[in-house]
Each structure stands twice: as C-alpha cells, then as structure tokens.
C-alpha cells in the first residue's frame, strides 16, 4: 500500500495516508475561497474541528459561466496565508495544464477534479510537477473504475508516485440527489490498486443532511479519508451551499469517524 506524505514542501504540519495510517484524514474547508477573512476563519474552525488538510478552491470549475468563477491567484495567496496561520497543508484544484507550476507554488496537494477527470495533458502535466505534489484525482462522474485507474496511470506513469484517489459519485437518473455515491468501489479499490482512497459525501449527495451519514458508512467501507466541505454560514456559501456544513457538524463527524475507525 503507498503511503503518501502531504505537506513535505512548505512549512505546516504533514499529514500521511495510506499505508499503516491510523485514523482517516479529513480534508476539510470551503468548496471555493471568497475572501481572506471567510479562509482564515474557516481554517481556523475546520482545525479545531479536527481536520488535518484545508480545502479550498481558487480556480473553480462551474458548470455555467455566469456563476462564481472563484479568486484565481488571488486566493491562492489566501490558501498560503491560512496554512501559516493554522499550519494546515492546503489542496486546491488546478483546471489547466499551464497552471500547474504556478499552483504547485501554494498548494500542497493538486487537486483534478470530475471535469478533468480524463484531460490528459493535465493528468500528464501534474504528474510531471516538479515538486512531485501529490494529486488528488476525483473520479470523472461517468468513469468507470479502469478509466479512472488509467487516468490515474497516467499521473504515475509521467513520474509522480503520489496519487490519492477520490469518490465524489457518479451521474445516475434519480434528481434527488446530485450524484450517486458509489461506495463499492472502495473495497474494489483496495483490491485494484495500493493507492489511497478518500470519499467526498459533500459533491456525491449535494445535500448537507446526508453528509455525516455517507462520512460514516465511508469510514466503514474503509475509506482512508474524507474530503468535505465546510463553511462557517453554509447559506451564504457563494458556491455549493446546499451541501455545506458547519464547523460544529464537521467536529461531530469527525468524532464518529475515528470511533468507527478504531472498531476496524
Ligand atoms: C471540488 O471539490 O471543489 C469540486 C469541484 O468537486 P468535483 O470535481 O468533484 O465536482
Ligand atoms: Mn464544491
């Protein structure tokens, strides 16, 4: 199993996964950075919580142009300030291949996302970032498991052995919720591949009651951690608020985590 140590190259509290790991690793944060006060005051609350990576997108792919396009670099900077702050390694999602050098500057976990999810040049791209960053590759959400694998092959095969998968579910029929959480695909996973595997409850059900449920049932199916999204008012969130929780909510998530973590 590939161990994979987050956090090596700037200066913050690292954090392993994979492996021998005891207990999940939550990523934990907003779904897009809107301001340094909205950053640094989440950070600081998902760290109380317990989780042990910050979250945050800059460069936000949404689904229509007219929507919140997130800070771009200037919130890269914020991810930098938040990280000093708290010392919470940060991940973020880089959306082209031209951008990566520049986001592998402040990040440190490259996060590819569902849309991405097969855009090689990218895959070929964060693979070969210099730093050797690790990825977090989502799942495309139509992508079977062996074109997820090969998406992920790509990133190893230019170089870069440090990819951590991601189930963020997959596009079914059924409008109630906004994707399908495929939770069988863990255990699948750890029979196809070392690499490590964490769910995101938040984009797979896009609905924040069901979050710390599927964060259960994740950790059961052995996930080796979460990624979830967290705002300090999930109402005003300007983007994915339907599916953001508090920091008080993350905390007792968390909590239920490590204790089903521990009956393993
Ligand atoms: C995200 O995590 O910010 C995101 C956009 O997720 P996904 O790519 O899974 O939709
Ligand atoms: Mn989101």
């Known amino acids: 199993n590939t161990t994979i140590t987050i956090g090596e190259t ?44 910050l979250r945050g997108g800059a460069f936000k792919p949404r689904t229509s142009p007219y929507q919140f ?39 440190d976990v490259l996060q590819i996302g569902t849309r991405n999810a097969q855009n090689f040049p990218l895959l070929l791209a964060a693979g070969r970032n210099s730093k050797k960053l690790p990825v977090l ?38 409008p109630q919720t906004r994707n399908v959480l495929d939770l069988t695909c863990i255990p699948l996973l750890h029979q196809l591949t070392h690499l490590p595997i964490v769910v995101d409850p938040s984009h797979s059900t896009g609905r924040r009651e069901l979050v710390p449920i599927m964060s259960r049932a994740a950790i059961a199916a052995e996930a080796q951690g979460l990624i979830i999204e967290a705002h300090p008012d999930p109402d005003k969130a300007l983007c994915d608020s339907k599916q953001s929780i508090t920091p008080t909510q993350l905390e007792k998530i968390i909590q239920e985590t490590h204790m089903i973590a521990r009956m393993l």
């Open 10 to 53: 700037h200066a913050c509290n690292p954090v392993t996964i994979g492996g021998e790991q005891s207990m999940p690793v939550v990523m934990a944060g907003p779904c897009a950075v809107e301001s340094r006060e909205q950053l640094i005051t989440t950070a600081q609350a998902v760290k109380r919580a317990g989780a042990r990576v």
């Open 137 to 174: 590759l989502k799942r495309g959400f139509s992508s079977t498991l062996d074109e997820w694998l090969l998406a992920a092959e790509y990133i190893l095969a230019a170089g870069n052995p440090n990819v951590i998968l991601c189930e963020r579910g997959i596009r079914s029929y059924d």
């Open 69 to 107: 396009q997130g800070l771009g670099i200037e919130g890269l900077h914020m991810l930098a300030e938040a990280r000093e702050v708290t010392g919470l390694p940060v991940i973020t999602e880089v959306m082209e291949p031209g951008m990566v050098e520049t986001v592998a500057q402040y990040a």
